[in-house]
């Protein structure tokens, strides 16, 4: 079995009311492919959305399953909405070409 590491890091401008999120992989590990780095973040997101049923109030927020599956739906589709919405969205292969 190969085991693949990906962090999610947040930094959130209060001021701007926006937040960078940045998607990285190890250099050293195989290149995950977009798809398959989006359905592994998704079965990330549905383990906690499983939580939500196991965990204390103080933690979940008394939030159910579906309350918090409508707001992530409700999410995504304000970001594809949005003109705003990951206009700045790059992949490793982007980046090293700005360097050059």
Do not use: W
């Not at 739906?73 to 992949?91: A, I, K, M, P, W």
């Amino acid at each position: 079995m190969k085991s693949y590491s990906i962090t999610v890091k947040v930094e959130h401008d209060e001021e701007a009311e926006r937040s960078i999120i940045s998607i990285e992989t190890p250099k050293d590990q195989e290149l995950l492919d977009l798809p398959r780095q989006a359905i592994t973040l998704a079965g990330g997101i549905a383990l906690i959305i499983r939580r939500l049923e196991t965990t204390t109030e103080e933690y979940n927020l008394g939030m159910k399953e579906d309350e918090l599956m409508k707001q992530i739906v409700d999410y995504l589709q304000r970001e594809f909405v949005s003109n705003e919405s990951f206009n700045d969205g790059f992949t490793n292969d982007d980046y090293k070409d700005e360097e050059k």
